[in-house]
């Protein structure tokens, strides 16, 4: 799964790139490709499982980043920009907030304002995408009608009522058999979004990150269907980065923060993309598996890999506080809160697995 990073240009953007991925974005200069990078993603969860277990190593869960070049004029006419940006799964969206004389900015800081302008660029590119296939669908009913036809003819023309209402894809109702049919189309404004608004540093910096998705009127974007909104400092994140673990919580706590706007940017990240994670627990490893949310069991040991799934018999299964309350495996399973799940049992994020199998 991948997520991309987007924005108007003096946003910070590729700055959180370089923050999450720990990209060296030096040498990037002003490509319009994309740049790829790997952020893990943290997980308390994961660490406390991983110390009952005096495990020698532990393995997160990753997600997938990419740094697009900056929106500007006729931006998704180039074809470099167009194809990135479809080769992602969801959006983060980063919005400036943030006020600095010396980085130039074109009018007033308005982050609802930047919402509107690039969320009409993906609707008309979807438009016209839409309005092609509609000429080309006419032209094959014409020589054959089909029931497959007429059905994504009938699907089209919502879809075009859609985006001519300036309305995002992603708002739109469908059912399975629709995202099928509209899966190959790759519409821009259909894919999950999480827009990022990059605010000021102040000494009241925890309360104005909290305050922040309702202070800039975000609010009610954020509630849309496939859409959040959450806040960062770019600069005191860039700051961060470069700090130990114990020094960084002390510096967190003197901004009133419980943890890095980066921690819970990455979690948001992960949950849009529709995403849950897993454990498997020992001392040799400890690791978080990723798996789409309501997995079966069978399907999460397929994560793991594909002959656990193929020979999956039932799986040993116990949610990770429960784990911890038990105070290890053995006393789980005395305890008979360790439980056997079959092939149908729906994962839930934070359980643990023990995978039974005949292969």
Request: net charge negative; proline share 3%; glycine share 6%.
């Amino acid at each position: 799964m991948k997520t991309g990073i987007i924005g108007l240009p003096q946003v910070g953007k590729t700055s959180l790139f370089k923050i999450l991925t720990k990209a060296k974005t030096e040498s990037f200069g002003h490509s319009r490709e994309a740049h790829i990078g790997i952020a893990k993603v943290p997980d308390a969860r994961l660490d406390k499982l991983a110390a009952q277990a005096n495990t020698r190593k532990t393995v997160y869960a990753t997600v997938e980043y990419a740094d697009l070049a900056a929106i500007g004029e006729d931006a998704l006419k180039e074809t470099s920009f167009l194809t990135s940006l479809r080769n992602v799964d969801a959006i983060i969206h980063v919005l400036r907030a943030f006020e600095d004389d010396t980085i130039p900015h074109v009018g007033p800081i308005d982050p609802l304002r930047d919402i509107g302008n690039v969320e009409i660029e993906l609707i008309v590119s979807d438009l016209s995408q839409i309005e092609k296939r509609l000429e080309r669908v006419a032209k094959d009913m014409k020589k054959q009608k089909t029931a497959e036809l007429e059905r994504e003819h009938a699907l089209l023309l919502r879809c075009k009522a859609q985006t001519e209402a300036e309305k995002p894809l992603r708002e739109m109702e469908l059912t399975a058999e629709e995202k099928k049919l509209v899966r190959g189309f790759v519409f821009l404004s259909q894919k999950p979004i999480l827009y990022v608004l990059n605010i000021s540093e102040s000494t009241t910096l925890g309360a104005d990150v909290e305050a922040a998705v309702a202070k800039y009127g975000l609010a009610e974007a954020a509630s849309r269907p496939n859409s959040g909104a959450t806040a960062i400092c770019g600069k005191v994140e860039a700051e961060l980065a470069e700090m130990e673990d114990e020094e960084a919580a002390e510096f967190l706590e003197g901004y009133g923060l419980t943890e890095s706007g980066l921690v819970r940017l990455i979690r948001k990240s992960y949950e849009l993309l529709g995403l849950a994670s897993f454990f498997t627990v020992g001392e040799p490893e400890t690791r978080a598996w990723t798996i789409p949310a309501n997995s079966r069991a069978q399907e999460a040991a397929g994560a793991i890999h594909s002959d656990l799934e193929k020979y999956f018999i039932r799986a040993e299964t116990i949610h990770w506080d429960t784990l911890l309350a038990a105070g290890s495996e053995a006393a789980a399973r005395a305890q008979g809160t360790l439980r056997l799940e079959g092939k149908d049992y729906p994962v839930k994020d934070g359980d643990v697995l023990n995978i039974r199998h005949s292969g």
